[in-house]
């Protein structure tokens, strides 16, 4: 079974970055659409981006454009999260999740639409 296992998380200051990184465990991924959620305290989770299995095709919520950048590496093996300029309002729990046959345009899929998830991993944007 594929699993996804999520790394790079951490405590940083406003203004500071930080890159997620989520890998594949137990199989390959090379035809899923992989994206990023998280979840605030009290919150529900929401999207943050998402990536199409070629790697050429990404999208990202209004409160992250020009902040995060979704990439995938050319071996398949990773898909990471830059994130800069992060602000209090990032802090949550950050899921890596992936799914055959998603499209990511006009926009990323919402949560029920992804079958494989991530145990999350903490973000704290903080001074």
């Known amino acids: 079974q594929l699993l996804l296992v999520e790394s790079g998380g951490g405590l940083v200051q406003p203004g500071g970055s930080l890159r997620l990184s989520c890998a594949p465990s137990?199989?390959?991924?090379?035809?899923?659409?992989v994206g990023w959620f998280h979840q605030a305290p009290g919150k529900e989770r929401e999207v943050v981006s998402c990536?199409?299995?070629?790697?050429?095709?990404?999208n990202y919520a209004d409160s992250v454009k020009g902040r995060f950048t979704i990439s995938r590496d050319i071996a398949g093996k990773t898909v990471d999260l830059q994130m800069t300029s992060l602000k209090p309002e990032d802090t949550a729990v950050y899921y890596c999740?992936?799914?055959?046959?998603?499209?990511?345009?006009?926009?990323?899929?919402?949560?029920?639409?992804?079958?494989?998830w991530g145990q999350g991993i903490q973000v704290t944007v903080s001074s």
């Open positions: 999740v992936a799914d055959l046959g998603l499209v990511v345009q006009p926009m990323c899929a919402g949560p029920r639409d992804w079958r494989l």
């Open positions: 137990g199989g390959a991924w090379n035809y899923h659409a």
């Open positions: 990536i199409s299995s070629s790697g050429r095709s990404a």
